[in-house]
């Protein structure tokens, strides 16, 4: 087995994994023929893989979406462009780690990126504030939004958050009017604009970045007004019941897509994105490329128009 952290519900999945390694070890190691032996494991292991990951709940969607070994925005920046430049400060207070961007090329395609960024352990993760953008992390990704609409270059947004900074400083520097200056530039850039969901999205630190012509989402990442933790809290006082809570948050990804919130679910591998990178970076990339090509091809006018009809959809309900 590799060193990638599993989480609860998956032990017994790793255990039967550990065994047919094993087993496949043994025949190595004392030369045995155990061919049919490892052939039958190998199906009980397919099997279960099947059923286990085909069947999550909310909750357990929740869970892989935060995994800490699930790529981050500068994971899919190298694996995915080239030539990135990063570009730092908001030209106001200062520079927010939690939030990166810059100038990079999606084949022939010069585009702007700006993601947020989680850490890998937890000294990157306190550098980094966990993901969650304080003022000038906002303010920054307006001035690099800004700067793609002047030279006309796509924007393309990673998210992943549990939401905006909540502490005192942040609100004394002007959170919320940040964060709703955001929504009122991504609503009318006259670019094409395309948002990956590619782990947590959380309230208004993920909208910020999500106000986009294309909205895609990763098949076991989630978006929410709301952490279930956050919303047991509230309505049972209770943080336990955040998997009962999940159930009812429509936080998956193909909740969303069968409310119209999002436009697109990218596949991800059974085992989720951490389990093999490599194949999600690719599917990633194919989808950015038809959508962006796509949206390149539309009036500007017409782009930004349908833009606001969208936005004008959501929340319209008929039963």
Known sequence: MDDIRFLDFEKDYLEL????????DMAVSKNIDMEDEIRGLEA????????KYQGLTAWQKYQMARHPDRPTTLDYIQALFEDFIELHGDRCFGDDPAVVGGLAWLEEMPVTIIGHQKGKD???????????????????????????EKFGRPLITFVDTQGAYPGVEAEERGQGWAIAQN?????????PTVSVIIGEGGSGGALALGVADRVLMLSYSVYAVISPQGCASILYRD??????????LKMTAPEL??????????????????RDQESTYREVKA???????ELKNQDVGELVEQRYE??????????
């Open 17 to 24: 994994k550990t065994k047919l390694d094993e087993l496949k």
């Open 44 to 51: 009980r292991v397919a099997d279960f893989k099947a059923e």
């Open 122 to 148: 937890t000294k990157q993760n306190l550098e980094r504030n966990f993901g969650c953008p304080s003022p000038e992390g906002f303010r920054k990704a307006c001035r690099l939004m800004k700067q793609a």
């Open 183 to 191: 929504l009122l530039l991504m609503s009318s850039l006259q670019v």
């Open 239 to 248: 943080a336990r019941r955040a998997n009962e809570v999940a159930e009812h």
């Open 257 to 274: 897509k069968a409310l119209g919130l999002i436009d697109e679910v990218i596949s991800e591998p059974l085992e989720g994105a951490h």
């Open 287 to 293: 989808r950015l490329l038809f959508n962006l090509r």
């Open 310 to 319: 969208r936005l004008r959809k959501i929340g319209i309900f008929n039963e």
